[in-house]
C-alpha cells in the first residue's frame, strides 16, 4: 500500500503554466514521503505523459482515494493524512506577498521552499523533432509568445502586448541574423516576418524546443515557465501580472511598477488604457534583447 496517495487536479482556469509550477511541490512530497503515489487528472494526460512523478492519470479523485466526496473538504491541499487532493487555486493577493507561485503552493502544503526551477522530463522523440526543426532553420533562433488578445482567456488579454510592436521585433532581429519561432495555438495572431508554429507542435515539442534556442521573448505565459525548464534566457513583458510572483530571476523581467500594477484578478474587468503595456517600447524590449545577445 502506498505510504500516501495524492491526486493532482490543476488549475484548469490557469491554464498549463499553474500546472507546471505546481510540479516542484509535488517532487518535494515525493521526496519527503518516497513511497507516495501520485496520480494527475486525465485531461492533463497529453501535457504530463512522459513525467515519472505520476503513477497514472484518472479521470475523478474518487477512482483512487477511499475519502467519501462529502469529506474531501478536509483533504484538500493537506498532507496530513494517507489521502491528499491538490488543487492549486488559491493564489495570493498579487499586490500583497513577496512569494513566487511555486512556494506559494509549497507552503501552502505546508513544506518548506524550493528551488524557484520547474523540471520537466522530455522524450527521445520529442528531442530529436525539435533538433531537426532547428536543423532546418540553419541559424540561432529565438522562440516569441504573444497570447491572442482576441480570445476565450481573459488572462491572455490582459497580459498581450501589441502587434505592430512585435513585427518591429522580429524584424530588427532578423535584421541581425536571427530567425523568430512563433509558438502558441492555432487561433493565435500571426507576427510578420516570424516563422509560423502556431498549432504545430504538441505541449512536449514546443518545450523540446526551447532546449535549441538562442533565447526567448513573450509575455507571462506558459512560455514564460518553460523559460525555467530549458534554462533558457529571456525577454518577458508583464503587465497585469507581476514578475515577483511569475518570474524567474534568469530573465530579463519587463515591469513598469505602477501604482495600479499588478492588476490581475479574475474578478475585474479588462483595463482599457493598459498604460502597462503601452508604456513598454520596442527600444526597451531590443535592449534588453542585446544583453541576452552578448
Known amino acids: 500500500m502506498a505510504e ?3 491526486y493532482f487536479e490543476p488549475n484548469e ?4 503554466g499553474d500546472a507546471l509550477m505546481a510540479l516542484p511541490a509535488l517532487e518535494r512530497i515525493k521526496t519527503l514521503y518516497p513511497g507516495s503515489a501520485v496520480y494527475c487528472k486525465y485531461n492533463y494526460r497529453r501535457i504530463f505523459r512522459h513525467q515519472p512523478l505520476f503513477e497514472g492519470f484518472v479521470e475523478r479523485a474518487e477512482d483512487i482515494l477511499k475519502t467519501p466526496r462529502t469529506g474531501y473538504k478536509q483533504i484538500l491541499n493537506k498532507l496530513e493524512g494517507p489521502e491528499s487532493i491538490i488543487y492549486p487555486d488559491n493564489w495570493p493577493p498579487l499586490a500583497e506577498t513577496t512569494q513566487h507561485a511555486i512556494n506559494f503552493i509549497c507552503r501552502g502544503l505546508g513544506l518548506e521552499d524550493v528551488a524557484e526551477k520547474i523540471n520537466f522530463k522530455m522524450n527521445a522523440a520529442d528531442i530529436s523533432w525539435a533538433a531537426e526543426a532547428a536543423r532546418q532553420i540553419d541559424r540561432k533562433f529565438f522562440i516569441l509568445h504573444q497570447p491572442c488578445p482576441v480570445t476565450r ?18 524584424s530588427r532581429l532578423k535584421a541581425g541574423g536571427y530567425a523568430v519561432i512563433q509558438l502558441g495555438v492555432v487561433f493565435e495572431q500571426p507576427i510578420a ?12 515539442q514546443a518545450l523540446a524546443l ?8 513573450g509575455v507571462d505565459s506558459v512560455f514564460n515557465h518553460a523559460t525555467s525548464i530549458a534554462d533558457l534566457p529571456g525577454v ?3 503587465g497585469a501580472t507581476t514578475p515577483r ?10 515591469y513598469k511598477g505602477l501604482k495600479c500594477q499588478p492588476c490581475f484578478d479574475r474578478t475585474q474587468s479588462d483595463c482599457l488604457k493598459r498604460d502597462c503595456m ?17
Open 278 to 294: 503601452q508604456l513598454i517600447s520596442v527600444d526597451e524590449v531590443m535592449q534588453c534583447v542585446a544583453e541576452i545577445i552578448q
Open 236 to 238: 518577458v513583458l508583464f
Open 245 to 254: 510572483i511569475w518570474g524567474y530571476k534568469h530573465n530579463i523581467n519587463i
Open 4 to 6: 500516501k496517495v495524492i
Open 193 to 204: 516576418g516570424a516563422i509560423k508554429y502556431l498549432g504545430r507542435t504538441s505541449i512536449q
Open 153 to 170: 482567456c481573459a488572462c491572455s488579454k490582459k497580459k498581450s502586448w501589441y502587434n505592430e510592436r512585435w513585427v518591429e521585433v522580429v
Open 210 to 217: 526551447f532546449r535549441f534556442a538562442h533565447g526567448f521573448i
Open 13 to 16: 482556469t490557469g491554464g498549463i
